[in-house]
């Protein structure tokens, strides 16, 4: 596969109007859109930084994959995204060399991305995802 960029750095957070006051007061951050992504149970924040792009979480369902993060590690770093040029071929090649996935078929993400995660077990313990700008 081959990666482009880290497209984005996930941050759980409980609730992004926090997260939002926070970037501002410290930083002078704005975000640049907010967005649900119903599929993960989750509100997004996106403050774009230079080639990245910082994604605060919050939660919409404590049962959602964020819920139970924020639950069982508190808030922080929740995944690291790297965007690749092909996200069907770099999910069937990381199946083809046996490594877990949560998922493994490309579904859509926020910010009109497809995405897969890799199992953190694979990965030392970092939620991983791969995903590619879906085009217009
Ligand atoms: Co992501």
């Known amino acids: 596969m081959k990666i ?3 497209s984005h750095l996930g941050i759980a957070s409980p ?3 926090e997260a939002m006051e926070r970037l501002d007061r410290i930083f002078g951050l704005k975000q640049e859109h907010i967005e649900e992504v119903a599929d993960q149970k989750v509100r997004t924040a996106f403050y774009p930084i230079g080639e990245s792009t910082l994604e605060y979480l919050e939660s919409t369902d404590p049962e959602g994959p964020v819920g139970k993060f924020l639950e069982k590690k508190g808030p922080g770093i929740h995944h690291l995204a790297f965007e690749v040029d ?4 770099a999910v ?3 199946l083809d060399k046996g490594i877990r996935m949560i998922d493994k078929v490309p579904r859509k993400g926020a910010h009109g991305n497809r995405i897969a995660f ?3 077990a694979e990965t030392g313990g ?4 791969v995903c590619q700008p879906e085009k217009h």
């Open 15 to 17: 609730t992004l109007a």
């Open 4 to 6: 482009l960029r880290i």
């Open 86 to 89: 092909d996200v069907d071929a």
């Open 92 to 94: 069937q090649e990381l």
């Open 118 to 120: 890799i199992h953190p």
């Open 126 to 129: 970092v939620l991983i995802e």
